[in-house]
């Protein structure tokens, strides 16, 4: 089929909630896409951070394949394999707590908000969030979410969130009333430009939710599964927190979402509190483990921490000839260009030029390419944003 073609399919049946750029994808491998008219094109944003191993790879197209033809999906009233050596994995390489599974970060995070309502129950049900935060599109995830534009026209939202100054201790005392059931951040905050969390307003807020009874939530969607150089970005601040939810690279491209909970709390969640049809499916939980298996035996951590210093260097250099670039934030391979200016002629200079990126809040550039990504590719993408930046 043609581009337009495919493009015209759209325009007629499918609903127009997305921007999208004129670009039909017809394939992919590793950090590469090529268009349904034979371009291709270097991906530094692999499905929005869900393809982080690269484009179907092939230890994860392997374990679909296998596992399609032994078994694609089974309720939940019954047990499978597949999902219990996932939750295993999960577990013995976070905090050692369970697991629940779904299909999406919105959905893990409406998990974590249930749970903790369930915890405060009767009297407490407030969760505090943080301002620029990101947590999804359900009525709650969006309530969460501390960022305006995405609750208006929404209104009447879910009630008991409120959002405060990330990493501000003053604000998120303040906030804190008798009603408050659990605290909720992403340690880098990805769709609000790249903005990391400082190791001690975490511990702060560690204690804090020690002292008064409440649960810390890290929303890993974006920052889990190796991208900053840990498994998760919670190891970089030596503190536990008491619920973790994934989704993104944790199925390499399968969709699958998981609250991880602490065992002390596991329990809160009795048997029919919660649940999900497609949760934990045979299909994403084998892939979800070929995730895992690629990040250890490819040494995938290593790579990262190689190619993130790589890349910060290189982008210290670019800010270093262009004055246009005012800040550089981000941990491993999840990082943030700041511009003075609007960042979407950048964007689309780098589209027009085989380079896939993303550009958050008017004027971050946010690069997260592949964990496998190599020197060459990094090369080959910093010359393509230079040229970017200069046309700005
Ligand atoms: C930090 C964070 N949480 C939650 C979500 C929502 O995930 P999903 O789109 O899978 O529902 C996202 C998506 O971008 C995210 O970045």
Same mark, same amino acid.
């Not at 049946?13 to 127009?16: E, L, N, Q, W």
């Not at 009333?177 to 059931?181: E, G, H, L, R, S």
């Not at 929303?219 to 601040?237: I, L, N, S």
């Given at each position: 089929m043609k581009a337009k073609q495919v493009i015209g399919l759209y325009d007629d049946?499918? &609903?127009?909630n997305y921007t999208r750029k004129p670009l039909v994808i017809a394939k992919a491998k590793g950090s590469r896409v090529w268009s349904s008219e034979g371009k291709v094109y270097l991906d530094f944003f692999p499905g929005w951070a869900v393809s982080g191993l690269g484009h179907c790879h092939k230890r994860v197209v392997k374990a679909i394949q296998s596992q399609a033809q032994k078994l694609l999906h089974v309720s939940n009233n019954y047990y499978s394999e597949p999902q219990a050596k996932l939750a295993e994995k999960i577990s013995l390489n976070s905090f050692g707590g369970r697991v629940f599974f779904c299909n999406s970060g919105a959905e893990a995070n409406e998990s974590a908000f249930k749970l903790s309502r369930a915890f405060g129950n009767p009297k407490r049900y407030e969760v505090i969030t943080m301002l620029d935060s990101f947590h999804g599109r359900t009525l709650a995830c969006t309530a969460a979410t501390g960022q305006e534009k995405y609750k208006r026209g929404f209104e009447p939202l879910p009630e008991g969130f409120k959002s405060v100054p990330f990493n501000n201790r003053e604000a998120v005392l303040n906030a804190v009333?008798?009603? %408050?059931?659990a605290i909720m951040l992403e340690l880098i905050q990805g769709e609000g430009g790249i903005n990391v969390a400082d190791k001690a307003y975490v511990r702060f807020l560690r204690e804090l939710c020690f002292e008064r009874n409440m649960l810390l939530i890290f929303?890993?969607?974006? %920052?889990?599964? =190796?991208?900053? =150089?840990? &498994?998760?970005?919670?190891?970089?601040?030596a503190v536990e927190p008491d619920i973790m939810t994934l989704a993104k690279s944790l199925g390499g491209g399968m969709p699958i979402g998981a609250m991880v909970v602490q065992k002390k709390i596991s329990g809160i969640l009795s048997p029919g509190m919660h649940a999900s049809t497609f949760g934990g499916s045979p299909i994403a939980c084998a892939a979800a483990l070929a995730v895992f298996e690629a990040i250890e035996k490819e040494q995938l951590l290593v790579n990262v921490a190689n190619m993130g210093n790589y890349l910060h260097d290189e982008f210290l250099r670019l800010k270093s000839r262009h004055p246009i670039i005012k800040q550089i934030r981000g941990v491993g391979l999840m990082l943030g260009l700041e511009l003075i200016v609007n960042a979407p002629r950048a964007y689309d200079y780098c589209l027009a030029n085989g380079l896939l990126i993303n550009c958050t809040q008017g004027n971050t550039l946010r690069i997260m390419p592949a964990l496998t990504v190599t020197k060459k590719e990094i090369d080959e993408a910093i010359k393509i944003l230079d040229d970017a930046v200069s046309k700005c």
């Open positions: 049946y499918v &609903m127009g009333t008798d009603k %408050t059931a929303d890993e969607v974006q %920052t889990g599964m =190796g991208r900053t =150089g840990k &498994m998760f970005c919670y190891q970089h601040y």
